[in-house]
């Protein structure tokens, strides 16, 4: 069964600061990789997946991460963080194959400071 | 046009009493799942429909728990005598297709509080 570790908590930045968010996964194989955005009150939107490919994932908003197979990591970054990026982040990791279940992280929460 | 809604958006249960979770999802999507998220932690898998099927309910926690999606569209998830314990926010997402590389599409949730 795969696993997915967000060693942060919680990450405090400044406005305009870069950003890097850890994310460490467990699967016997390359795995499908996923990190989401919760703002508070809404549900989860997806940033950016990877399936296979180019290790350097493109995301929505200004997001990109990397998958380093010899890591097992996929770590979320960003070059310059806005206000409204205040947000609790996950990651999740889900079996090749048939699997439709993705196993989450507890997530990190981002602060931004002006 | 309009994503996945869910209703009611907080419910507060006395211990004991049974509640209903709806799930209205993107119209057309095939998949819809429902995931418990516990204060603090990421959302936990607890059942999966392929249109009115149920074809996962390995991560419902007990008996208590029962989902239906009698149409293959809105879904309830039903929790018979409520217990403190199942105090979270519960989300449904749906997906166009089967499988991970359909982007699941997460409703705001519904968080229950029980006393």
């Known amino acids: 069964a795969q696993s997915v570790t967000q060693p942060d908590i919680h990450i405090t930045v400044s406005e305009g600061a870069s950003l890097e968010l850890r994310c460490n996964y467990s699967?016997?194989?390359?795995?499908?990789l996923f990190w989401y955005v919760q703002s508070p009150g809404q549900g989860l939107q997806l940033l950016l997946k990877y399936f296979s490919g180019d290790t350097l994932v493109q995301g929505i908003k200004g997001f990109e991460a990397e998958f380093k197979r010899s890591q097992s990591s996929f770590n979320l970054r960003k070059p310059s963080v806005h206000w409204s990026d205040a947000a609790e982040y996950f990651c999740?990791?889900?079996?090749?194959?048939?699997?439709?279940?993705?196993?989450f992280g507890r997530g990190t929460s981002l602060i931004v400071h002006p | 046009g309009a994503g996945v809604s869910q209703s009611p958006r907080y419910k507060v249960a006395k211990r004991g009493q049974d509640v209903a979770l709806r799930c209205d999802p993107i119209?057309?999507?095939?998949?819809l799942f429902w995931y418990q998220q516990a204060l603090g932690q990421g959302p936990e898998f607890l059942t999966y429909?392929?249109?009115?099927?149920?074809?996962?309910k390995s991560g419902l926690p007990s008996d208590r728990f029962f989902a239906e999606r009698p149409e293959g569209s809105v879904s309830t998830l039903k929790i018979q005598r409520t217990q403190q314990e199942d105090s979270a926010v519960y989300l449904c997402?749906?997906?166009?297709?089967?499988?991970?590389?359909?982007?699941?599409?997460f409703g705001p949730g519904t968080r229950l509080t029980v006393t």
């Open positions: 699967y016997g194989a390359t795995p499908y």
């Open positions: 429909f392929q249109n009115e099927a149920q074809l996962d």
């Open positions: 997402a749906s997906s166009l297709g089967t499988g991970l590389r359909y982007e699941q599409y």
């Open positions: 119209s057309g999507h095939v998949s």
């Open positions: 999740a990791v889900g079996a090749t194959g048939g699997s439709y279940i993705p196993t």
